[in-house]
Each structure stands twice: as C-alpha cells, then as structure tokens.
T-cell receptor, first 110, second 113 residues
C-alpha cells in the first residue's frame, strides 16, 4: 500500500527565513510525485509534478526536488502570502489514485 | 479556460439521509476523481471515473457511489449518512492521456448532524 509522510506537521517562519518541507514516501512503481498548496476552506492548488530521482522544478520562491525515498519543497525568502498547507501526493501502479500525506501547515510572519 | 466547479458549497444533513454532490470538470478534461478530506488530514481517494465508468476505487463502502455524464461532469452520491462522513469533498479533473496532473475544485463542505 502506498504511503506518504510529511514533516514537520507545522512550520512557523519569519519573512525571508528560508526552509524546507519534507515528504517521505513508499510506493509500488512511482508514476509521479505531486506538490499542492491548499488555503483554508479551498481545494488544493497544483504546484509541481516530479517523475524521477534527481529531478527538480522551480516556481517563484518554491523549488521541489526528488530522491528515491523522499521529496523536499524548498522555500526561499518566504513572504506572508506563502502561508498555507502544503500537500504531497504520490501516484503508483493504481492509475488515477493519488495518495496524500497529512500536509505541512506553513505560517510566515511579517 | 473554465476550472473545476462544484456544487453546493456547503450542505447540512442528518444521519441516515442521502446526499448528491456535483462536479463540472475543467474544459477539455475527460477524467474525474473524488476525494474526501477530513479536518486536518490529507485528501483520501474515493474513486475515479473515465468514459462514464468507474476506473479505480479507494477504501470506501458501497454506499459511496458515483456517475459520470457524457459531458464529463460527475456526481458523488452517499447513502445512509453517518457522522464520520462530515468532511470536505473534493473533485479533481484530469486528462487521462495527456498527463497526470489532477486539478481540484473548491470542494463541498458536508456536515452530518
């Protein structure tokens, strides 16, 4: 059974203080690792897809990386508007099914 | 380009009742997936529909059922509601033969009393 664990559960940063979120996974035949951002009371917003170890994707202050066992979401010089829950998900052999972690709640203080 | 829409936004039901939630997929997408998100948890996969047929199911009982229509919109039906069914129900659309990204709607908040 596919499993995803995210850490930390919550992270509080000062504006400009860079950090990383971790996503550890076990999956039978990885067919994609996905990062989403979710604001309170809203649906997840797609950020990145990674397919193979060593792959990296960037978008503004966010950079996602992938190894064979985990993925990191690096946040460089965050701003208060980056505050949200960040979700990691994997797709394995079962087409279409995404298995999500519980998310990391990021709060960036001005 | 129209994104994923869901209705209603909020819903309150009592235990034992039945509910139908609706989803319109993003323009050009032919696949719809449904997820249940309890408070403080990540979304859990309920099932997926492609070409009007169920194409994969998570660990949810048969009282959770769905439909997909020729225009790719979809419904989620839940019978015999239980208190634990209270959650945010999310619909995601994707293009089966065009990539793996699933794009989510805003969700329907269901409260069961």
């Amino acid at each position: 059974e596919d499993q995803v664990t995210q850490s930390p559960e919550a992270l509080r940063l000062q504006e400009g203080e860079s950090s990383s979120l971790n996503c550890s996974y076990t999956v039978s035949g990885l067919r994609g690792l996905f990062w989403y951002r979710q604001d309170p009371g809203k649906g997840p917003e797609f950020l990145f897809t990674l397919y193979s170890a060593g792959e990296e994707k960037e978008k503004e202050r966010l950079k996602a990386t992938l190894t064979k066992k985990e993925s990191f979401l690096h946040i460089t010089a965050p701003k208060p508007e980056d505050s949200a829950t960040y979700l990691c998900a994997v797709r394995g052999a079962s087409y279409g099914k995404l298995t999500f972690g519980q998310g990391t709640i990021l709060t960036v203080h001005p | 380009e129209t994104g994923v829409t869901q209705s209603p936004t909020h819903l309150i039901k009592t235990r034992g009742q039945q509910v139908t939630l609706r989803c319109s997929s993003q323009s050009g997408h032919n696949t719809v997936s449904w997820y249940q998100q309890a408070l403080g948890q990540g979304p859990q996969f309920i099932f997926q529909y492609y070409r009007e047929e169920e194409n994969g199911r998570g660990n949810f009982p048969p009282r959770f059922s769905g439909l997909q229509f020729p225009n790719y919109s979809s419904e989620l039906n839940v019978n015999a509601l239980e208190l634990d069914d209270s959650a945010l129900y999310l619909c995601a659309s994707s293009l089966r033969d065009g990539g793996d990204e699933q794009f989510f709607g805003p969700g329907t908040r269901l409260t069961v009393l």
